[in-house]
Nanobody
Framework: QVQLVESGGGLVQAGGSLRLSCAAS????????MGWFRQAPGKEREFVAAIRWSGGSTYYSDSVKGRFTISRDNGKNTVFLQMDSLKPEDTAVYYC?????????????????WGQGTQVTVSS
């Protein structure tokens, strides 16, 4: 089992920045690919970013590419999502997820463990 706890969400003005953190506990963190997904009211959960267990490969949705950066610190069992140039359409609950080494990054069904989510609200 892996337990995931997100933090760092909040209210920010358009153009601002936030840094989300996801702390993992339980089984060996470094063996998992990690992903961030988000869900806005009335919409389906969508892929935001993912990173392989080694940190050598990262993936982003087109909507956040160039604005968001995913990273991980395996020594601290933590994955981060740096969000810059935020837009009102980035408003959502952001979820951290853990999956196997061969996970398809953008497919939520491939992730085994999920956090409870953290709210991000971007005002115009």
């Amino acid at each position: 089992q892996v337990q995931l706890v997100e933090s760092g969400g909040g209210l920010v003005q358009a153009g601002g920045s936030l840094r989300l953190s996801c702390a993992a506990s339980g089984r060996t963190f470094s063996g998992y690919a990690m992903g961030w997904f988000r869900q806005a009211p009335g919409k389906e959960r969508e892929f935001v970013a993912a990173i392989r267990w080694s940190g050598g490969s990262t993936y982003y949705s087109d909507s956040v590419k160039g604005r968001f950066t995913i990273s991980r610190d395996n020594g601290k069992n933590t994955v981060f999502l740096q969000m810059d140039s935020l837009k009102p359409e980035d408003t959502a609950v952001y979820y951290c997820a853990a999956g196997g080494r061969t996970v398809k990054p953008g497919d939520p069904s491939e992730y085994n463990y999920w956090g409870q989510g953290t709210q991000v609200t971007v005002s115009s």
